[in-house]
Each structure stands twice: as C-alpha cells, then as structure tokens.
C-alpha cells in the first residue's frame, strides 16, 4: 500500500525533516523522513539509545553542517542514508527504516511493516 507524504519540494537537502506518525499491528510510533545527497529516507523517529525522538524541535533532525542526524538528548550521530549510528552510545546499531518511495515528484510511505496513522 502507498500512502502519500508530501510534494518533493517540501523537503530540501540537510533542511528541516516531515514528521508524521505510523502504526503497526499494535502500535502508534513517531516517524520522519528526511532529504540527503543521496535521496529521502524514513525512519522510525526514536534514538537507539535510549527510546527519545531525535529532533531538537519540529523537523530539526540534521547537525549543524547538515550532514548527519543528531539526537538531541545525547548527540548520537546517525548516516541519514541508513540510519546507522556513526558515533555516540548507540555505535553500531541503527534506526529502524521505513520504506520510502519519490515518484513524480512526490513521496510514499510504501513500507509493509508501519502505514499511516
């Protein structure tokens, strides 16, 4: 199933993120989606860490160069292709990803595990 998120060009390289929210079969989660240079991502929006949601305040996921997502409890550092975590307490674990699709010019949650809420 493809849910839509938004136009393309409401998200821009490093800028703010859009935040929405998912369900699963038993759960309602935080969720956003970002733009980087090598596409958008979506990611559950929880830190690895210790369970907080990452921006430091609506839609603010990058660090200040605008290169990685930041937790901003505790500054773990996250790629934003993946999810992984690059540095902070978390290393070596990642976001949980959603599945994201950008189809003229607009982008889908198209993921089989979480559909919007």
């Not at 849910?3 to 490093?14: D, H, M, Q, R, W």
């Not at 369900?23 to 970002?34: E, G, M, R, Y």
């Not at 990642?94 to 198209?110: C, M, W």
Request: glycine share 10%.
């Amino acid at each position: 199933m493809r849910a839509y998120l938004c136009e393309s060009t409401k998200i821009s390289i490093g800028g703010l993120g859009l935040r929405f929210e998912v369900q699963s079969k038993d759960q309602t989660l935080p969720a956003f989606i970002i733009r980087h240079s090598q596409g958008v991502s979506g990611f559950i929006n929880r830190c690895v860490h210790r369970e907080l949601e990452l921006n430091w305040s609506a839609g603010h996921f990058f660090d200040t160069d605008g290169g990685q997502i930041v937790c901003a409890t505790h500054g773990a550092l996250y790629d934003p292709s993946d999810g992984a975590c690059t540095s902070g307490p978390c290393r070596g674990q990642s976001l949980t990803v959603l599945a994201i699709e950008e189809t003229d010019e607009k982008i889908y949650l198209v993921d089989p595990v979480y559909w919007l809420k």
